[in-house]
């Protein structure tokens, strides 16, 4: 888990405020679904938190809300793919 929270941390761009690239970074894209693939999801919200805790932003809720979209757009997509697949 670790592992997980200092990439994240590491590929986060942000200021004093918030976050930036949340939602259009591939290399924070391809952390996820490593994650999704290696950690139970219910750790996911602790590397999350963890990893946005690390920046000292204010708008830590925004920035794991976005992350958490992410993730969710990830599992629909491997539901849709798995379903074609049958």
């Not at 708008?59 to 757009?73: D, T, V």
């Amino acid at each position: 888990m670790g592992d997980f929270i200092d990439q994240l941390s590491g590929l986060f761009r942000y200021d004093a405020t918030e976050i930036f690239n949340t939602k259009d970074d591939i290399g924070i894209l391809e952390v996820l679904e490593d994650m999704q693939a290696l950690i139970p999801q219910k750790k996911w919200d602790d590397v999350l938190r963890k990893a946005i805790k690390k920046t000292g932003v204010v708008e830590k809720e925004r920035a794991y809300q976005e992350l958490l979209e992410l993730l969710s757009f990830e599992e629909e997509e491997d539901e849709e793919t798995q379903e074609v697949g049958v």
